[in-house]
């Protein structure tokens, strides 16, 4: 799988054999968008122990992230 910005196609001729997927065409997207904004509030309320995820992140900073909200710490002594 190629990806124009992140991963192209090596060469040219690669490139002019490649087609776009049906889903990933602009009013596709606009459509999935438009109905998760008309239902996150929902989502949001029925998963009270969910927590936000930047994602935009290094995949073990992410992870890390998870874990954390996951797994809960030990209690220290004070």
Known sequence: RYHTTFRPAPTPEIQARLRQNPRDKEENIENR???YYRNVKELEDFYEDAFYVNADQDPHVV???IESCI??????KK
Do not use: A, N, S
């Open 71 to 76: 797994i809960k710490p030990l209690p220290c």
């Open 33 to 35: 968008v438009e109905t």
């Open 63 to 65: 992870f890390e992230f």
